[in-house]
């Protein structure tokens, strides 16, 4: 995935951000609040949304809404198996249609120039982690920021902190994550890691 797909790839800023979060909303109105958020944060910056494709009033749904109705681009990444039970969400900017979970989350990162987790459960996860694992084998380049809701996170950065006490995780995998309890934070926290990333390899143009 390095080379062209990578974050370096492309001229520029952040064009493009893969969202993980739940097909289900939670029973927290602050996890709707900030994918609303995110949603229309992206679309005034001009950001486009990739995300898995789902519609309904989750917070997958919440997201591409709001992205929407900001005159945002979003484009959706939806396996085959799950349009009916995901209720693929009909009013995308572009949606693909892939035949594996394993196809979604590559094609997602293919097309995106950074990452952001809101809420979610095993799927979120799922899609967090092999991100994380990918970013730390070297495999891509692109920063990956968490969205924490009202701490919603917590127990899983003790653990990941603890991974690193044990010496299990190094503290540069650690970083790879940005968190922030905003929208606007991780995205802040996303734009400072890449303009770094151009700092340190020596590349002009704006960040």
């Known amino acids: 995935m390095k080379g062209s797909s990578a974050v370096g790839g492309r001229a520029g800023g952040l064009r493009r951000i893969a969202v993980y979060c739940g097909y289900r909303g ?8 900030a994918a609303r958020a995110l949603g229309s944060e992206l679309a005034v910056r001009g950001i486009e949304l990739v995300y898995g494709g789902g519609g309904g009033d989750g917070l997958m749904g919440t997201v591409a809404d709001a992205a929407l109705e900001a005159g945002g681009r979003v484009t959706g990444v939806i ?20 035949e594996s979970m394993h196809a979604r989350k590559a094609r997602m990162l ?6 952001v987790v809101l809420p979610g459960g ?20 692109r920063p990956c920021g968490m969205i924490n809701v009202e701490g919603y996170f917590d127990p899983l950065l003790a653990f990941l902190d603890r991974a690193v006490r044990c010496e299990l995780l190094r503290p540069v995998d ?24 151009r700092v340190e390899r020596g590349d002009a143009g704006d960040a």
């Open 26 to 33: 939670g029973n927290r109105p602050a996890f709707r609040g």
């Open 79 to 98: 396996p085959r198996m799950l349009v009916e039970r995901e209720q693929a969400h009909r009013g995308l900017s572009a949606m693909h249609v892939v």
């Open 110 to 115: 293919e097309l995106s120039d950074a990452c």
């Open 122 to 141: 095993l799927g979120t996860l799922d899609e967090l982690f092999e991100v994380l694992s990918w970013a730390q084998l070297g495999l891509h380049e």
């Open 174 to 197: 650690r970083d790879l994550l940005r968190v922030a309890p905003t929208p606007a934070g991780v995205l802040r926290g996303l734009r400072q890691w890449r303009a770094r990333e």
